[in-house]
């Protein structure tokens, strides 16, 4: 057993461990980032990237099909699963050797391999090759997948989004247990690459949506590409001999049993810290064995131990992760000197088509912060004008403003080009903008954008600060 003493030790070597790792050794040389599993981060590996390289893929294919609506005729599209496929694992490899040439950049006496834990708040133990004294301690050790026992009677045929990316050709039939996050963009990208689907949720969400008119109207669209049920009543999973089959309660056919290739079980994750023996290390934890911690600092209590990433199970986002790393790494550097960082406005998109976007405050917040005394703007982009020329009218933008001081809050979306419309209004929130303000920003045409302008314009009314909406308004251009 090696024995090394060091100021700063990071465990997890993932998007928050390397930001905190390149942020500490700017300050001290005495730092180790403790990796037990392979190199190149979660997101490169088995997340964002090869989730939106498959979603690429059945983007095109549904593009191909749709195509007759602008009157082109691409012929029959044949979805060949594994060329599909081997882009993914090919562009993805590419992703994840960006990170291992960073990782080699980094000096070997600051790389540790194995599985650390606490054996005391100041010592860790790293497998049985190394015992680290740190003073200070980032932890940044991700999730994982977690899955309900029910689902595992599917066997070998039960998968998470790791082994799919591992796939050298499609299967035929997939059932997804969780419309969340993972499940809708995995289940949307598979069903449009020809896979049948069916989706199953408990408790009636439907990814990150909290607004309730925004959650009827995405329900609806999916529902239209395959039978998704937010609150599924399952009664069985069994592994037969050719498949998984799921015996579940049909609203209209009552009891009945399907058969699919796989199960993916896309049920939420876990953050890795129930590993860490962290009953040692001397930090209040919450019922869940969690350590309490500030959001600003990151930092656990009043320890020498900061949190990162989505071992926190706050916001299990990529650039939440990369600023957090950023900020424990720094207050890991100069403690006893612990700095709040800057926390930015909530953004967070789901990559489904039409995409889902929310910003800001959820309209409960916001009802909360406001006392009620608040007003939702809206917009339908079934007549939009950009977004019917492209054949993407679907789907609802719904802002929230506050009621005397007109400052915008909040919005949801389901709809065309969400990414970049949630960017705009993160940007406005985090300014502080006004509705007021917003409107006074210039608006191209024919765009996207003059959708936004419409549910603001909206808003502004409904705020007492503005003219009512004019139905197909001259300065709009048609279809704003
Ligand atoms: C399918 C999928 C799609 C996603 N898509 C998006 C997206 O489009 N946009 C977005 O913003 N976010 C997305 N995310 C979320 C994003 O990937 C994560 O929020 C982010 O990668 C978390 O980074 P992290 O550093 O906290 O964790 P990780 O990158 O997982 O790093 C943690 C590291 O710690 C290591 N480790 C664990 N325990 C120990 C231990 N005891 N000792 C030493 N090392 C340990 C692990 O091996 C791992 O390498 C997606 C996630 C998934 C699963
Ligand atoms: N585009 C992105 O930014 C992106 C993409 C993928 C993942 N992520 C991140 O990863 C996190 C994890 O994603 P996720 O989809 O695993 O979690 P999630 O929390 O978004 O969704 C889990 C879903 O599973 C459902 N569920 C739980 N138990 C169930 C059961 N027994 N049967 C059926 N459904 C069940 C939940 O109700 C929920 O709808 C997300 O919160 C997100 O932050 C982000």
């Known amino acids: 057993m090696e024995k090394r003493q060091v100021e700063v030790a990071i465990l997890g070597a993932g998007t928050a461990g390397m930001s905190a790792y390149r942020v500490a050794r700017k300050h001290t040389d005495s730092v180790v980032m403790i990796e037990g599993g392979p190199y190149g981060t979660t997101c490169a590996r088995v997340g964002c990237m090869p989730s939106k390289l498959l979603i690429a893929a059945s983007e095109a294919a549904h593009d191909a099909r749709r195509a007759g609506l602008f009157g082109i005729r691409p012929g029959n599209v044949k979805v060949d699963g594994r060329a599909v496929m081997e882009r993914v694992r090919q562009e993805r490899d590419r992703f994840v050797d960006f990170v291992l040439d960073a990782v080699d950049d980094f000096p070997e006496e600051h790389k540790i391999r194995g599985y650390a834990r606490f054996l005391s708040p100041h010592v860790l133990q790293v497998d049985d090759s190394h015992e680290i004294e740190a003073e200070r301690v980032v932890i940044a050790t991700g999730s994982r997948p977690n899955v309900p026992d029910f689902l595992k009677s599917a066997e070998d045929r039960l998968v998470v989004n790791d082994d799919i990316f591992e796939w050298e050709d499609l299967p035929s039939s997939v059932a997804v247990f969780g419309p969340g996050v993972i499940g809708l963009e995995l289940g949307q990208a598979l069903s449009r690459l020809g896979v049948r689907v069916r989706m199953f ?68 994750r876990r953050p890795n810290v129930d590993g860490l023996d962290i009953q040692n ?20 209590g009043d320890s020498h131990v900061f949190i990162a990433g989505d071992a926190t199970a706050d916001l299990p986002l990529l650039h939440e992760a990369a600023d957090e790393g950023r900020i424990a790494g720094e207050n890991a550097a100069f403690y006893p000197k612990v700095r709040v960082g800057l926390r930015r406005t909530p953004l967070a998109v789901v990559f489904t088509d039409p995409q889902i976007a929310t910003v800001g405050k959820t309209i409960q917040q916001v009802d909360e912060d406001c006392r009620g005394r608040f007003a939702v703007g809206f917009v339908s982009f079934q007549g939009q004008g950009r977004s019917r020329v492209i054949g993407k009218n679907r789907g609802l933008l719904r802002v929230y403003g506050e009621h005397g001081s007109g400052l915008f809050m909040g919005a949801e979306m389901f709809g065309p080009a969400a990414e970049h419309i949630g960017h705009l209004l993160a940007w406005a929130a985090q300014s502080r903008m006004t509705v007021t303000d917003m409107l006074d920003m ?39």
């Open 201 to 268: 949720g408990v408790g009636g969400g439907v990814g990150p949506i909290q607004d309730e008119e925004i959650r009827e109207c995405a329900l609806e669209a999916f529902n239209q590409e395959f039978p998704l049920d937010p609150d599924a009543d399952t009664k069985k999973v069994e592994r037969t001999g050719d498949g998984v089959a799921i015996t579940f309660v049909d609203g209209e056919r009552g009891e009945v049993t399907e058969t699919f290739d796989y199960l993916l079980a896309a049920t939420g």
């Open 442 to 480: 210039p608006y191209y045409h024919p765009v996207i954008e003059e959708g936004l302008r419409t549910a603001l314009r909206d808003l502004n009314h409904k705020l007492s600060l503005g003219p009512e909406v004019v139905e197909n308004c001259l300065d709009c251009g048609p279809g704003g």
């Open 281 to 300: 290390a001397n930090l209040e934890l919450d019922d869940r064995g969690m350590p309490y911690y500030e959001h600003y600092t990151l930092r656990c």
